[in-house]
């Protein structure tokens, strides 16, 4: 017997369970950066690392992209997205032997002004245009389920990527393309669907993904995370959560660690920070407020446990935020 209720069934267990959903909140914790851009050859563009994850998308030509590691490089073309975790530097080329600029050093890339007429994806007008998306989370750690991603996810135009992607892929260029008002409002909200749609393809691939993965299809660990996510307020031990998973406190333990690579109340501090630091800078709510939320009963013991997650103080974090 693996300790659980015979009763429950695993699609209702995973019900208000939404762990992508839960990622693509953790990544906004962090300020959203879009880039486009019409190269001709010879181009090569050197990306640092951020964290957490990131998209780049081929409009138009196509593109080597060039792993952090030994690994081979990866023909992109057009249509194709390719979802790369940001834990280490990577490269975007022309051609897999062209030297590489660092990305911010634009006067050292050869890109086309944007033309303002929309020409820029028109074929006559040849090269290559890249739409490159993430979040700088500044130090604050991704979710957990973003450990369980390859270095590189991608989602090839000519096999089909699911029409959500293109969609998105398609609104995007259209945004990029055009200027229009309300470009600054609109592109933040597509980058949180691609980065979202491109997870869940990467998700649903019921051949490619583990850990995290794995857990939110194990119905008592899954239990454990939506009790988690519904009440981050409440007094969490390990033994509430092993109840509220129909295991025994020792099993519970295990197979929590073992599926997500951290102890239960080790992801339960990360996802009350998570919720502290998206209120810290979406409200104006008082730290107090803000602690009683995330389950600290005084206003210095919350700000000391997100110094030790974050690396800085609530009101500096928010801050920043605003600077």
């Not at 051609?95 to 929309?118: I, K, M, Q, Y």
């Not at 490159?132 to 090839?156: Q, W």
């Not at 008592?220 to 409440?234: G, K």
């Amino acid at each position: 017997m693996n300790g659980l209720d015979p009763h429950i069934d695993v699609q209702s267990s995973l019900t208000g369970l939404d762990l992508v959903g839960d990622a693509i909140t953790a990544m906004r914790i962090g300020e959203p950066q879009l880039a486009r851009a019409l190269l001709h050859p010879p181009w090569g563009l050197r990306f640092p690392a951020l964290g957490g994850a990131g998209v780049q998308v081929i409009l138009k030509g196509k593109a080597w992209l060039l792993p952090p590691g030994d690994d081979d490089p990866l023909l992109l073309e057009a249509g194709d997205v390719a979802l790369v975790r940001r834990r280490a530097p990577y490269g975007l080329a022309d051609d897999p032997g062209t030297p590489l600029w660092d990305a911010n050093l634009a006067e050292h890339v050869p890109a086309d002004h944007w033309p303002p007429d929309g020409s820029a994806l028109d074929a006559a007008t040849g090269g290559t245009v890249l739409i490159g998306g993430t979040y700088d989370l500044s130090g604050a750690r991704p979710h957990p389920l973003l450990d369980s991603l390859p270095d590189i996810v991608h989602l090839p135009a000519r096999v089909g990527a699911g029409s959500d992607v293109r969609t998105v892929v398609d609104l995007l260029g259209a945004e990029m393309d055009r200027d229009l008002p309300g470009m600054s409002a609109a592109m933040p909200a597509l980058l949180d669907l691609l980065l979202l749609y491109a997870l869940r393809a990467w998700f649903e691939d019921r051949a490619a993904p583990t850990g995290w993965a794995q857990a939110i299809r194990d119905p008592a660990i899954s239990a454990a995370l939506r009790s988690i996510q519904q009440a981050p307020e409440r007094t969490w031990t390990v033994e509430s959560l092993a109840r509220a998973s129909h295991l025994s406190r020792a099993a519970f333990a295990r197979r929590f660690a073992a599926l997500t690579g951290q102890p239960p109340l080790t992801y339960l501090t990360w996802w009350r920070m998570t919720i502290a630091a998206r209120s810290l800078r979406s409200t104006d709510a008082p730290l107090q407020e803000i602690a009683a939320q995330v389950g600290y009963s005084t206003e210095f013991a919350f700000s000391k446990a997100f110094k030790r997650e974050l690396g800085v103080a609530p009101s500096r974090f928010r801050a920043r935020g605003r600077a």
